[in-house]
């Protein structure tokens, strides 16, 4: 048995199958599918008790029950270190369990490496969801940050965030490793049997955004500018997950006026099976990711997979994973340097993202052509066993050994 074999890791996050909800979720559920080819994985998690080998969930601590969101997270990280002891390292993934693998490598004297998916600074908007606690998630991620012994940032742009927004950092200690897709798992499915369910007509052009309802993710700018799609298109959104009451009414008031204006908006709130979702982009003529800040998104490759074009804003690291003019178009945007992402002119992003989608609405050869380099880019660049095998090199470089 090698020496890396008998490493073992333990990877500390919030969400894990079946509790994933965002990107950070499927990364941690592809890399420690990869991982155990290489090591001895151990993962903990939030949430219900899971029955996977090796995965221990932990519950919020009832002597928190009622408690700001972030105190109860910071509740679960210490039970979490604790249940690290005896690892050769620790991995922790977004500021909810930052704190957790900070507290092990302490308690436990281990490496941790930090794999940041997105940055607290760059979400001000949080406060809105967290209250006070946004101090608390921004604490706990400077705190492990600064503190960690390698930090992994999913895109060179993401890289950068991290320099900027943490210069205590040392650059050599903050390596890029790009999230990673199956394109076993992701590849064209061409049945009809979900789109029809859903009401989607596959044979009339659609335009679809996967994602949840978050200030981040720009969802508001891709209906304000659906005003301007043909009226033969239909926009799909399987949309859900909203971080908070204000931009909730803020999205279904704008897709009620799409629909009174117009038909084929179909609106999916709940989170659907990954074989559903696939079905779903297969049939797009366009997936759109109209992002104000995203690391690398994930969800393009998802889209890019199975051989749709995509539209997405030229912003963090998606200019990485989608080539402008050769995957897809990108959208250019001027953004506000207070952390917000916010476009400096909203109406010209909002109108840049229709003119983009309507290019490749008007020319559906060419957004075939694209889509199917896509799915190329995707097996060519972006593979699991490629990203586990550059972690374990990071794992290694901190000095971990089994």
């Given at each position: 048995?090698?020496?890396?074999?008998?490493?073992?890791?333990?990877?500390?996050?919030?969400?894990?199958?079946?509790?994933?909800?965002?990107?950070?979720?499927?990364?941690v559920?592809?890399?420690?599918?990869?991982?155990?080819?290489?090591?001895?994985?151990?993962?903990?998690?939030?949430?219900?008790?899971?029955?996977?080998?090796g995965?221990?969930?932990?519950?919020?601590?009832?002597?928190?029950?009622?408690?700001?969101?972030?105190?109860?997270?910071?509740?679960?990280?210490?039970?979490?270190?604790?249940?690290?002891?005896?690892?050769?390292?620790?991995?922790?993934?977004?500021?909810?369990?930052?704190?957790?693998?900070?507290?092990?490598?302490?308690?436990?004297?281990?490496?941790?490496?930090?794999?940041?998916?997105?940055?607290?600074?760059?979400?001000?908007?949080?406060?809105?969801?967290?209250?006070?606690?946004?101090?608390?998630?921004?604490?706990?991620?400077?705190t492990?940050?600064?503190?960690?012994?390698?930090?992994?940032?999913?895109?060179?742009?993401?890289?950068?965030?991290?320099l900027?927004?943490?210069?205590?950092?040392?650059?050599?200690?903050?390596?890029?490793?790009?999230?990673?897709?199956?394109?076993?798992?992701?590849?064209?499915?061409h049945?009809?049997?979900v789109?029809?369910?859903?009401g989607?007509?596959?044979?009339?052009?659609?335009?679809?955004?996967?994602g949840?309802?978050?200030?981040?993710?720009?969802?508001?700018?891709?209906?304000?500018?659906?005003?301007?799609?043909?009226?033969?298109?239909q926009?799909?959104?399987?949309?859900?997950?909203?971080?908070?009451?204000?931009?909730?009414?803020?999205?279904?008031?704008?897709?009620?006026?799409?629909?009174?204006?117009?038909?084929?908006?179909?609106?999916?709130?709940?989170?659907?099976?990954?074989h559903e979702?696939?079905?779903?982009?297969?049939h797009?003529?366009?997936?759109?990711?109209?992002?104000?800040?995203?690391?690398?998104?994930?969800v393009?490759?998802?889209?890019?997979?199975?051989?749709?074009a995509?539209?997405?804003?030229?912003?963090?690291?998606?200019?990485?994973?989608?080539?402008?003019?050769?995957?897809?178009?990108?959208?250019?945007?001027?953004?506000?340097?207070?952390?917000s992402?916010?476009?400096?002119?909203?109406?010209?992003f909002?109108?840049?993202?229709?003119?983009?989608?309507?290019?490749?609405?008007?020319?559906?050869?060419?957004?075939?052509?694209?889509g199917?380099?896509?799915?190329r880019?995707?097996?060519?660049?972006?593979?699991?066993?490629?990203?586990?095998?550059?972690?374990?090199?990071?794992?290694r470089?901190?000095?971990?050994?089994?």
């Amino acid at each position: 048995m090698t020496d890396s074999a008998r490493l073992r890791v333990d990877l500390l996050t919030r969400e894990y199958p079946p509790e994933v909800y965002g990107g950070a979720g499927v990364h941690v559920e592809y890399l420690a599918r990869e991982l155990r080819r290489l090591a001895d994985v151990r993962v903990h998690c939030f949430g219900l008790p899971r029955t996977e080998p090796g995965v221990t969930a932990y519950a919020e601590p009832p002597g928190l029950t009622g408690a700001n969101a972030a105190l109860r997270t910071m509740g679960v990280d210490l039970e979490m270190a604790a249940g690290c002891a005896g690892t050769d390292v620790v991995h922790s993934h977004t500021w909810y369990a930052n704190l957790a693998g900070h507290t092990a490598k302490l308690l436990h004297g281990v490496p941790h490496v930090v794999t940041a998916h997105s940055l607290e600074p760059l979400r001000p908007w949080k406060a809105e969801q967290l209250g006070g606690g946004y101090a608390l998630s921004s604490w706990c991620e400077r705190t492990a940050v600064e503190a960690a012994d390698a930090v992994i940032a999913v895109s060179a742009g993401m890289r950068q965030d991290v320099l900027t927004a943490y210069p205590a950092v040392n650059p050599d200690r903050v390596r890029v490793v790009h999230n990673g897709i199956d394109t076993r798992q992701y590849a064209p499915d061409h049945d009809t049997d979900v789109v029809d369910r859903l009401g989607i007509d596959p044979a009339s052009p659609s335009v679809v955004y996967v994602g949840r309802i978050t200030r981040q993710k720009g969802l508001p700018y891709l209906l304000r500018a659906a005003r301007h799609l043909p009226a033969d298109t239909q926009l799909v959104l399987l949309a859900g997950a909203p971080d908070t009451p204000e931009i909730a009414a803020e999205v279904e008031g704008l897709v009620a006026e799409l629909r009174a204006n117009r038909s084929g908006v179909v609106w999916v709130a709940e989170m659907l099976p990954k074989h559903e979702v696939i079905q779903v982009l297969t049939h797009a003529t366009i997936f759109v990711c109209p992002s104000v800040y995203e690391p690398m998104g994930i969800v393009n490759l998802e889209a890019m997979a199975c051989e749709t074009a995509v539209v997405a804003t030229a912003t963090g690291g998606i200019p990485e994973v989608v080539a402008d003019d050769e995957t897809g178009l990108l959208v250019p945007i001027e953004q506000a340097t207070d952390g917000s992402g916010r476009p400096l002119d909203p109406e010209r992003f909002v109108a840049d993202l229709a003119a983009t989608i309507n290019e490749l609405l008007a020319d559906p050869a060419r957004a075939a052509e694209l889509g199917r380099a896509g799915r190329r880019r995707a097996v060519e660049h972006f593979s699991w066993d490629t990203v586990a095998a550059r972690t374990m090199e990071v794992y290694r470089s901190v000095g971990a050994a089994g």
